[in-house]
């Protein structure tokens, strides 16, 4: 991973210097570095409800998570500004509920994993006509678990500027490796964490439509809406269900699924030291879910080269009509989960951000003109707690 940063960092140097090259007045025609974010953070978790072994058991986790952005832009011959953005992400966690897929071993190979995740993107905005064009890839890879994303979509700005509506649609194809827990594995499979499991897939796709609106100097809106079909194999099938009979099953959940969110954000701009930025989100599904999300974040200007955001996430979901605790299932159900994340729960999330970006720069580097740092502490009302805090710099 420090290689890659380095990398991008050398690149950040080419690109700049070209882009110093050019001292017309009018955009550059060349490709041009426009901005490079580092971000890296660490989260660590501990609750009681794991979905390997039943709802019950150790939910203890850490994950490190290191990613790139990078954003290059050119103008065409119209004078169309052509972005390009290209994401890298990795991520390494250790997990003590994986570890029990295998419930015979001290320290099984799913006790830890690695997800490496790129994607890259590109819009052109018509500045004259308000418009932008966008499209994008992706790809997440990990031992038991492989998904492609596309998307494509357009903005258009209102008259006055004012106003502007966007609408995207994306797509992901995923692939699950049927890592059954180790005492219901049957056929050939002689028990190990390496055989040739099979793989069974998923689909997503989504339509996503936003409308946002300038008020006046100090009030912006924007409404937001999603539709997400799901189908395929939505269950994950080392998680384990024990029925009252004392039995133990895979997971299994209906193999469609459809969600509607519905949000609304709004931000307000109390002279230059003050922002309020809110949001709520309603969101329901078939799978008898729903839930409300209430935040806010308050960034304060306290010099103007220092901002401190604190913030505060409040959720509330009622469980889905599939869910049961550990050995209340029975057999007469056809559909069936002990996974704690789609049950009935409240949860708090708070913390603050300090951000600097020096007029001259960080370090005595002229173009590194952000350094952010965030902590965050997490509670869920059935016992789970968290705690993440992360880094971002940005050369500009």
Request: hydrophobic share 30%; net charge positive; glycine share 8%.
């Amino acid at each position: 991973m420090k290689k890659i940063f380095i990398s991008i960092i050398a690149l950040f140097g080419i690109f700049n210097a070209k882009a110093q090259e050019n001292t017309n007045s009018e955009p550059s025609k060349k490709l041009t570095l426009e901005e490079v974010n580092l971000v890296s953070s660490y989260y660590k978790q501990d609750g009681n409800n794991s979905a390997v072994t039943g709802g019950i058991g150790s939910e203890k986790l850490t994950d490190i998570s290191n990613s790139i952005d990078v954003v290059l832009v050119k103008n065409d011959s119209k004078l169309r500004k052509n972005k390009f953005t290209f994401d890298l992400g990795i991520d390494h966690y250790t997990s003590a509920s994986s570890d029990q897929i295998d419930l015979k071993a001290n320290s099984s190979a799913s006790s830890a994993d690695t997800r490496f995740y790129p994607s890259l993107g590109w819009s052109r905005e018509n500045e004259t006509k308000g418009s932008t064009i966008m499209a994008g890839v992706s790809y997440s890879g990990e031992f038991d678990y492989q998904s492609i994303g596309a998307n494509i979509g357009f903005s258009q700005k209102t008259p006055n500027k004012m106003g502007e509506f966007t609408a995207k649609f994306q797509t992901f194809q995923d692939q699950v490796t049927l890592i059954a827990p180790i005492e219901l594995r049957t056929g050939n499979s002689n028990g190990g964490e390496h055989d040739n499991y099979g793989t069974s897939g998923r689909s997503t796709y989504a339509v996503s439509l936003s409308y946002s609106q300038i008020i006046n100097h100090n009030f912006q809106v924007e409404l937001m809406t999603d539709a997400v079909q799901q189908t395929g194999y939505l269950s994950l099938p080392f998680h384990r269900v024990y029925f009252n009979d004392n039995t133990v099953h895979q997971e299994n959940l209906p193999n469609k699924r459809f969600k509607l969110p519905i949000g609304i954000r709004a931000n307000y701009f109390l002279g230059d030291q003050f922002i309020f930025k809110t949001y709520y989100r309603y969101y329901t599904d078939n799978w008898g879910l729903k839930s409300q999300t209430f935040n806010i974040e308050a960034p304060v200007k306290i010099s103007p080269f220092v901002s401190v955001s604190p913030f505060y996430r409040y959720y509330t979901q009622t469980g889905t009509k599939y869910f049961s605790p550990y050995q209340e299932h029975t057999a007469f159900d056809d559909f069936y989960t002990s996974n704690y994340d789609l049950s009935t729960f409240n949860s708090n999330f708070y913390g603050a951000g300090i951000r600097f970006n020096p007029k001259n720069g960080l370090f005595g580097v002229s173009r590194l003109n952000m350094l952010e740092i965030r902590y965050g502490h997490y509670t869920k009302s059935i016992g789970m707690k968290s705690n993440i805090i992360s880094l971002n710099l940005r050369f500009k």
